[in-house]
């Protein structure tokens, strides 16, 4: 089979490594196609050099602008490359206006899509990731889903059950393979960091970080629980030019520039409590069995709090404050791994695109 693969954003990038290396290895055609959303060295090219993804196929670069734009801009110039590839099937992850733009062009030229992290939903339409989950899982021809909830969540949207394959968490797949390599990352010493003795930091939804109010009560609380434990906080462009402009900015914490996978996965795994906004984190810290505090109302992972170590803050900083002391004084969790977080997730995923090919 040919499987054509969308990378856009950060995200995409470990989610799409492991499914390609499996792909070559089982003697399919894997191509790639980046839209080009994430551009900057340390928010794209650092993942594709850890993660030893192959150069894409094509490369849209379509860059930064609002999301009609930018949307915009990946299904016009994905159109014509998608027809000239010529896929048996494309495979779209996660929720970035990437994944909704490539679905969409697909959809409207009759191009199988496949929807790998399909049927998550934090119900919450003020986010434009549930947009872009809601409308790709409408429209996507299968939907290959990371856990029982998001089977659920398809059903009752009155998905059939022929659309909808669970397969597991693809990223988990990213981490096991490259957990060895993060063992030897020396991101502990150059930060001047001791393991188990510090937090990491990461904010980037612009429900967070585009309210200067919102913003600024966040970090009055990552001040307070800097007293207790050293907080590093790798920090996203769009996060960087929003504190740059409020007073006191990022005192008490210690912020670094973007990191690559290998360097972030080292510092997760040897940190003592995880403050973020992130939806990939809450997995990664489940699995690694870290103290997560989830700076959000909502979570479209709720299987990181009912089988794993997160508990949903808010933004209200005496709670972020509060939730994090109470996750500092209790030893890390002894949970289970959920099901299907297992390193495989590859493999289920080429077994459904392969079985469901065969019998269209
Ligand atoms: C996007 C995704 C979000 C994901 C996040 C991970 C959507 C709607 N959002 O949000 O789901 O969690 O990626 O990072 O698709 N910028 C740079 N360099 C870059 C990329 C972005 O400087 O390489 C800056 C630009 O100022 C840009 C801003 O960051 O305008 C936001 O980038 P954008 O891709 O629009 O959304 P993210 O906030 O990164």
New binding site residues.
Partial sequence: MHILSIV????NFMKVAPLIRRLKARGHVASLVHTG????AN??DAFFRDLGMPDPDRHLGVG?GS?AQ?TAKVMAAFEPIVQELAPDVVVVVG????TLACTLVCSKLRIPVAHVEAGLRSRDRDM??EI?RLVTDCIADLLLTPSPDADENLRAEGVEDSRIVRVGNIMIDSLVDQLPRAEDSDVLERLGLNAGKYGVVTL?R?SNVDNPEVLGGILDALRDVAREVPLVFPC???TR?RLEALPGGSDGLQLTEPLGYIDFMALVARSRIVLTD??GLQEETTWHRIPCVTIRENTERPITITEGSNVLAGTDPARIRDLSMQALQKPCGEHPTPSLWDGKTADRIIDALVGWHEQR
């Fill in positions: 856009g954003a950060r995200p959303q994430h551009y900057d928010m794209s930064s999301h930018q929720d970035v206006n990437s434009p990731e872009n980037h612009p996203h462009p769009r030019a992130s939806g």
